[in-house]
T-cell receptor, first 116, second 114 residues
Framework: AQKVTQAQTEISVVEKEDVTLDCVYE???????LFWYKQPPSGELVFLIR??????QNEISGRYSWNFQKSTSSFNFTITASQVVDSAVYFC?????????????FGAGTILRVKS | DSGVTQTPKHLITATGQRVTLRCSPR?????VYWYQQSLDQGLQFLIQ???????AKGNILERFSAQQFPDLHSELNLSSLELGDSALYFC?????????????FGPGTRLTVL
């Protein structure tokens, strides 16, 4: 099966706490791509990061960092010093090649609530 | 703002009716994707077009159809609507097709079937 599991349905933290969102994926492909998207209360889906399967370097962008571990099929997302504006639903997705096209397979999402 | 536009923003209709959702991709993007987000199914891929041609299909119902026009905008047609079709429908676009490309999402059309 090719799927994405986000086991944490909802996480609540207090502002300035660090929080890690877990993502575990399954794929039979040797080359694949992983994405994180953010869905704020306004509803749109905002692209955050793309990672390919042959680049295991961790990535940091401001308060955001991503840890990709092929050995455990995980692509976790950490927000440092969380802020109220980080409150959103976060989706991890696996990008799959299809015969003539491609698609994203999303996890169920993790609701992050950051309280002031 | 991703540059992908979708109209209408909200749509309320009755069971058995037919609706058309419209999407304009980002300037220069050739590939358009449609996704459905519902409480029970989550975010599900419906269909992909690339430069006017259908390229990939997900679990799209036979009552649903889509097309991409020469100007690259796309329409998703939903017919014989049922209560369970109520959902947020997203359009996304990417420069070309391929799993390595970021897909940029529009704001969505919220469909309510009464």
């Amino acid at each position: 099966a090719q799927k994405v599991t986000q086991a944490q349905t909802e996480i609540s933290v207090v502002e300035k706490e660090d929080v890690t969102l877990d993502c575990v994926y399954e794929t039979r492909d040797t080359t694949y791509y992983l994405f994180w998207y953010k869905q704020p209360p306004s509803g749109e889906l905002v692209f955050l990061i793309r990672r390919n399967s042959f680049d295991e370097q961790n990535e940091i962008s401001g308060r955001y960092s991503w840890n990709f571990q092929k050995s455990t099929s995980s692509f976790n997302f950490t927000i440092t010093a969380s802020q109220v504006v980080d409150s959103a639903v976060y989706f991890c997705a696996l990008s799959l090649d299809m015969e003539y096209g491609n698609k994203l397979v999303f996890g169920a999402g993790t609701i992050l609530r950051v309280k002031s | 703002d991703s540059g992908v536009t979708q109209t209408p923003k909200h749509l309320i209709t009755a069971t058995g009716q037919r609706v058309t959702l419209r999407c304009s991709p980002r300037s220069g993007d050739l590939s358009v994707y449609w996704y459905q987000q519902s409480l029970d199914q989550g975010l599900q891929f419906l269909i992909q077009y690339y430069n006017g041609e259908e390229r990939a299909k997900g679990n799209i119902l036979e009552r649903f159809s889509a097309q991409q026009f020469p100007d690259l905008h796309s329409e998703l047609n939903l017919s014989s609507l049922e209560l369970g079709d109520s959902a947020l429908y997203f359009c996304a676009s990417s420069v070309v097709q391929g799993p390595h490309n970021e897909q940029f999402f529009g704001p969505g059309t919220r469909l309510t079937v009464l």
